[in-house]
């Protein structure tokens, strides 16, 4: 007789609607109004590569010593250096990375020694054409680049 | 530099002289004895050609024939009723260039073990289906990446390949990079990158 | 059903083709229907097949970590820790205990993931708008825990050979106990939402049935194996990383039909919430990283190591020549094994029932294709 009773009255589908109707209730909302609200993103989080720069006297921090050329798996870093005469240290010329190409993995951020490369907290790298994506030494070290939209 | 009176070729200048050419390195293993296997020793005698174990994991060698009836075997009387994989590896270097793989497993001994087979080229060894029909997929994706027919299957195709598909594409001689390289020599006229 | 009358005289075949809502992925079904009825089927699969397992033999140990992530893409930290596994079997390295207990917790982590996944798109195949939000949104929880520890939502490499690269970070014990604690209700309301509606029951019960015999003929593994009475997890019968420490139950069912194998779903979600709140509890301390080398050589050798991905049995057979590179990785997918079984399951059903039954074995084409 009860279950005849909760068939008949549609017990078991308004108990359902009444989990729906739960999460009404506006602080429930979820939905995170992007482009304006940014979301919160990690501090770890593996985006855009950047070459950091020594803070105190301006010059780069990567001594060139191509690691991270070769723990990519997509072989996508190319550094080039100079021997200098004086102190018999490698200086880094240029170094190109292929952002089209890599899959973020981290591989080249953990072999670093000397914390130069580091991946940013940058993931909105949509580009207008292909040749936009390998990136140089003067794109790597300005660092991400967000869009501010002014509403 | 050529001390010792060897019939070996000359090593070149500079290289101290071995006693002979280094043999290529094996795979250590142990031999493998337990009641299963002195039931395999008795009913297949001598086309079972080795017993062994490596890092705790059993696996036999048999001749190519006698795969089919092993497992059958397997499965009727040791109670070997799962199995989990058929695969093989490529050596190009060995006469008989295949290692063809079967893994299976217990669900009542709770054991795995591998049956192997050195097959050469062009050889087709008889399908699993009777016994396991998993092994319909399995096989197929094995003829779609080495070549290897298995006779008896009932739908011998490239499965994850297209069918118009030259080549198969997991033996040593295909290189990573060789796709790319035709098409974009055809299409771009230019060598990649890659 | 109706027997065939003089007015169905052909049969009709229909190409469920790669672009299709319901196929969870490029997934091609062509059904031979009488009517409505299935009398067979056929599943072409490769359109997103990467070769993966060629990329293995040209790419060193380390470097092919992040390419395993992108076979299973759903439950991407398991397949990490399959490969990571295996490889140390290889090196006959363990990783430290504090390493395991923290890949138990993000394992399990990840199989809640990937189960809520899976219950969000099933319902939304069947018709239920509702539970897909839900689950995706409880699953932001868990991937927010996985950005803040490793740095990716999807694709986690979170694993390395011997260990962890990275050490946990601060909050990282707060943010998993919350979450446990938060997850109950949440599987509650989707209970709530489905398991006694009787749309639900209708569309589900008695459809796609495999017996435990059929499944072990098949080679089916997972909570389709499960569901049809079989009480066997490999993280019970052949332990890995730590699990025989936790105390948890394996649940079976016993009919083998799609209804059971949604209600093994849901309690594997809370048995894994009762495995992660164990592991949060004492997480030993100590080193991260066991003693490998830098440059990893294995000896020549090879080894086949299985997990129990939320998928089924995820094996690993690698074969090692002494170099750096493996001279080859094979990749044993359950989704692969187990889309085998469709043909069996949909023979008889409606077209309707064949959607129900493609979500319910779980496949991930990422992992069927690799």
């Known amino acids: 007789m009860r279950k005849f009773l909760r068939a008949v009255f549609l017990v078991d589908l308004l108990r359902g609607l009444w989990v729906t109707f739960r999460h009404q209730h506006p602080r429930n909302i979820q939905t995170e109004q992007y482009p304006a609200q940014r979301p919160k993103v990690a501090e770890r989080y593996r985006g855009a590569p950047r070459l950091n720069i020594n803070p105190e006297n301006g010059e780069t921090l990567c001594i060139s010593c191509n690691l991270c050329a070769l723990a990519c798996p997509e072989n996508l870093i190319v550094v080039g250096w100079v021997r200098d005469e004086q102190t018999k240290r490698k200086v880094l010329t240029t170094f190109t990375y292929d952002v089209s190409r890599c899959m973020f993995c981290g591989l080249c951020e953990d072999a670093c020694p000397v914390d130069a490369l580091e991946l940013t907290q940058d993931f909105e790298l949509a580009m207008y054409s292909r040749e936009g994506a390998i990136w140089d030494r003067q794109m790597l070290e300005e660092g991400p680049r967000p869009t501010r939209y002014r509403y | ?194 | 059903m109706p027997d065939s009358t003089f007015l169905d005289a052909t049969e009709l075949v229909l190409n469920m083709g790669p672009q299709h809502p319901s196929t969870h992925g490029v997934l091609r079904v062509i059904l031979k229907l009488d009517g409505e009825k299935v009398i067979g089927t056929e599943c072409v699969i490769g359109y997103l097949h990467r070769g993966v397992e060629k990329i293995g033999e040209n790419r060193t140990y380390q470097m092919f970590a992040p390419y395993v992530d992108r076979m299973d893409y759903v439950a991407a930290v398991s397949n990490g820790l399959g490969y990571c596994l295996a490889v140390e079997k290889l090196l006959s390295v363990e990783a430290p205990p504090r390493a395991q207990a923290v890949r138990v917790i993000l394992t399990e982590l990840n199989r809640i993931a990937s189960h809520q996944v899976w219950l969000g798109t099933h319902a939304l195949d069947i018709g239920a708008l509702t539970p897909v939000f839900y689950t995706f949104r409880e699953r932001e929880e868990i991937l927010n825990i996985f950005e803040k520890y490793c740095g990716a939502r999807l694709t986690t490499h979170a694993f390395r050979i011997g260990g962890l690269q990275y050490e946990i970070y601060e909050g990282f014990e707060e943010d998993v106990k919350k979450f446990c604690d938060t997850a109950l209700p949440k599987f509650d309301d989707y209970e709530e939402l489905l398991t006694e509606n009787r749309i639900w029951g209708s569309r589900l019960k008695g459809v796609g049935i495999l017996t435990a015999e059929d499944c072990k003929a098949y080679g089916v593994t997972g909570p389709l194996l499960r569901a049809a009475g079989v009480k066997w997890d490999i993280r019970k019968a052949m332990p890995y990383s730590g699990y025989e420490k936790y105390d948890f139950e394996i649940p079976t069912r016993q009919n083998g039909d799609t209804y059971d194998r949604y209600m093994v779903r849901m309690q594997e979600m809370r048995q894994s919430v009762r495995i992660i709140r164990q592991a949060v509890e004492g997480i030993p301390s100590g080193p991260i990283m066991a003693k490998v080398p830098k440059v990893i050589k294995p000896p020549v050798g090879e080894v086949y190591v299985s997990i129990e991905a939320p998928k089924g049995e995820l094996g690993y057979f690698i074969v090692s020549d002494g170099s750096t590179q493996p001279y080859r990785v094979r990749v044993r997918p359950p989704s692969f094994v187990n889309l085998q079984s469709l043909d069996k399951m949909a023979r008889g059903a409606l077209v309707a029932d064949v959607v129900a039954i493609i979500g319910t074995i779980d496949i991930v084409l990422g992992e069927v294709d690799r």
């Open chain 2, 1 to 194: 530099m050529a001390d010792e009176q060897k019939p070996q070729p000359k090593p070149p200048a500079g290289t101290t002289a071995h006693a002979a050419p280094k043999p290529p390195a094996v795979m250590a293993t142990t031999v493998w004895e337990s009641d299963l296997t002195r039931q395999l020793q008795a009913r297949f005698g001598n086309q079972i050609l080795e017993f062994s174990s490596y890092l705790g994991q059993e696996f036999l060698v048999a001749k190519p024939e006698a795969v089919a009836p092993i497992l059958e075997f397997l499965k009727l009387e040791a109670d070997f009723d799962y199995l989990v994989d058929v695969t093989a590896v490529h050596y190009p270097q060995r006469p008989e260039q295949f290692d063809l793989v079967y893994v299976i497993y217990s669900f009542s001994r709770n054991q795995r073990i591998r049956v192997k087979a050195r097959i050469a080229d062009g050889y087709k060894p008889r399908t699993a289906i009777g016994v396991h029909p998993t092994a319909n997929w399995l096989e197929r994706e094995v003829f779609d990446m080495f070549g290897i027919e298995f006779e008896g299957h009932p739908d011998m195709r490239r499965i994850l390949l297209p069918e118009e598909w030259q080549g198969h594409p997991l033996r040593k001689e295909l290189s990573i990079t060789q796709q790319d390289s035709l098409w974009v020599k055809e299409n771009l006229g230019i060598d990649s990158a890659q």
